[in-house]
C-alpha cells in the first residue's frame, strides 16, 4: 500500500546514492587520469581543479551517508531485504571505478547499471510496499535497466578516444564506435518493444502503452550517434536519453496506476 513518508525516503536515498555514485567516479577517475584536458564531456570537478579531492571525499561520504540513514528507516519499515539492497548498490556504486577491479574500467558498467538502475531499484522500490513484486515490477525494471544503460552508452561513445588513451576499456572501447553505436540503438529500440510485448503478455496494464509517445524522440539521437563525433551533439545525446528515462518511467507509472 503506498505511503507517502516512505516513498520521500525512498527517492531522497535513491537520489543520495546516484549523486554518491557520481561523486566516487568524479574522484576515481582523476586518480586514475582519465579526466584529462582532452575529454570533451561536461568539466570534472576534482580533474579541473574546481574541488579537491579531500572534499570530493568528504561529499561522497555525507551522500552514502545520507542514503544509509533513510535505509535505516526502510529496514524498520519494510524488513531486512532493504539491508541487503543497500549495502550491495552502495558496494556497487563505490566498486564502478574503484577498488582493485573497478568494473566500470573492464567493460561491465552496463551490466550492473542495468541490473541496479533497473531491476534492483525497481523491485526494491516496490518491496518498500510490498511484499510481493509481480511481473509487472519486472517489465519496468528491464525498460528502466535498458534505458539506464543507453545512458552510459551514450557517456562512453563521447568518451571513446580519450578513454583508449586512459586505458579505461569501457564497453564502447573494446566494441569499437561502429558496434557501440549499433548497442546504444539496439538498446533504445529494446526498451520500448519490452514496454510493447509486456504489454502483450499481460505483464502490464494496456494504459502502460501510452509511454510509446516517447519512443520517437529516440530517433534523433540514434541518428546523432551514429552520424556524430564531436563532443557537444553526443553531450546532447546523453541528456536527450536522460530525459527520454524521465519521461517514459513518469508515463509507465501513470499507465500503471490508472
Known amino acids: 500500500m503506498f505511503a507517502l513518508v516512505p516513498f520521500v525516503v525512498v527517492l531522497v ?13 568524479d574522484l576515481a577517475d582523476a586518480a586514475r587520469g582519465a ?28 551522500a552514502f551517508g545520507i542514503a544509509g540513514i533513510g535505509g535505516l528507516y526502510l529496514i524498520w519499515y519494510a524488513g531486512w531485504p532493504i539491508l541487503v539492497i543497500g549495502v550491495v548498490s552502495i558496494i ?11 568494473y566500470g574500467y573492464y567493460g561491465l558498467g552496463e ?3 542495468f541490473i541496479f ?13 510490498s511484499p510481493s513484486v509481480p511481473a509487472a515490477v519486472w517489465a519496468g525494471g528491464v525498460v528502466m535497466g535498458l534505458l539506464a544503460a543507453a545512458i552510459l552508452e551514450a557517456n562512453n561513445i563521447r568518451d571513446i578516444d580519450t578513454d583508449v588513451v586512459a ?11 561502429q558496434r557501440a553505436r549499433k548497442l546504444y540503438a539496439a538498446t533504445m529500440v529494446g526498451a520500448f518493444v519490452t514496454i ?6 499481460g505483464f502490464l496494464p494496456p494504459m502502460c502503452m501510452i509511454a510509446l509517445v516517447v519512443a520517437p524522440l529516440s530517433i534523433p539521437l540514434i541518428q546523432t550517434v551514429f552520424r556524430e563525433t564531436a563532443g557537444p551533439p553526443l553531450i546532447g ?14 508515463l509507465l507509472s501513470l499507465g500503471i496506476v490508472f
Open 13 to 25: 536515498a535513491a537520489l543520495s546514492i546516484q549523486v554518491g555514485v557520481n561523486f566516487a567516479n
Open 35 to 62: 579526466d584529462t584536458e582532452a575529454r570533451i564531456g561536461p568539466q570534472r570537478a576534482v580533474a579541473s581543479g574546481v574541488i579537491t579531492a579531500s572534499d570530493m571525499r568528504r561529499g561522497m561520504i555525507i
Open 92 to 102: 556497487a556504486a563505490l566498486g564502478y571505478t574503484n577498488g582493485p577491479i573497478p
Open 111 to 113: 551490466v550492473f547499471v
Open 117 to 129: 538502475f533497473g531491476l534492483v531499484a525497481t523491485a526494491g522500490t516496490r518491496y518498500v510496499f
Open 167 to 177: 586505458g579505461k576499456r569501457t564497453l564502447a572501447v573494446i566494441l569499437g564506435r
Open 196 to 201: 510493447v510485448f509486456s504489454v502483450m503478455l
Open 237 to 250: 545525446v546523453l541528456k536527450g536519453t536522460a530525459q527520454i528515462q524521465l519521461f517514459t518511467g513518469l
